[in-house]
């Protein structure tokens, strides 16, 4: 929820070790084959002091992002409405990704600036207010033409690994009911 005057986001804390760095490193470095009996006593020292030490992980983009979500996520989930300043915007949209949640910003009247923050920060945008003139005042597209249209954005968008902003605006548009179709958007 932003309307330009509320709390910031929560302080980072500390998370205890991801699953997915203990398999990628599994991957980097799976165990010696050879069996406990068939090392030398030189090759278990060796061995025993490397298990001390954390295997080296060649980092990757994917490695890079998955350890700075990791750091930067608290241990429970904040609690949903949250009122916040728009420079935590950003930040409060990746923690709600970080939770596998979609973020809902409400605006109140500040709709523009944060159209303009989700269209520069690399966003697919839907526009409803586009949508429903095209389809109900306009009528230069069927629905199942806007079906289509709103499919290939939305598609086009994960293909590339982005996200969507659907801008309402002052609109209501009954995306459920009107634009999603049996097959998916």
Request: proline share 7%.
């Amino acid at each position: 929820h932003f309307d330009g005057s509320g709390l910031g986001p929560m302080a980072p804390k500390k998370s205890p070790p991801s699953p997915l760095k203990s398999a990628a490193k599994a991957v980097v470095a799976p165990k010696d084959p050879k069996s406990a009996t068939e090392k030398s006593a030189t090759e278990k020292s060796a061995t025993e002091k490397s298990a001390k030490e954390e295997p080296k992980v060649e980092k990757t983009a994917v490695t890079a992002v998955v350890e700075k979500v990791e750091e930067e996520k608290p241990k429970v989930p904040p609690v949903w409405p949250r009122k916040i300043d728009f420079k935590a915007l950003a930040d409060e949209v990746k923690l709600a990704a970080s939770w596998d949640r979609t973020a809902l910003v409400v605006c109140n009247g500040k709709a523009k600036e944060a159209d303009t923050f989700f269209t520069y920060s690399g966003y697919a945008q839907i526009d409803a207010k586009w949508v429903l003139a095209e389809t109900a005042i306009k009528k230069t597209m069927s629905v199942e033409e806007m079906q289509e249209d709103l499919r290939r954005r939305v598609v086009g968008a994960m293909k590339h690994g982005l996200p969507v902003h659907v801008a309402m605006a002052n609109s209501a548009v009954s995306f459920k009911e009107k634009f999603c179709s049996e097959k998916g958007l």
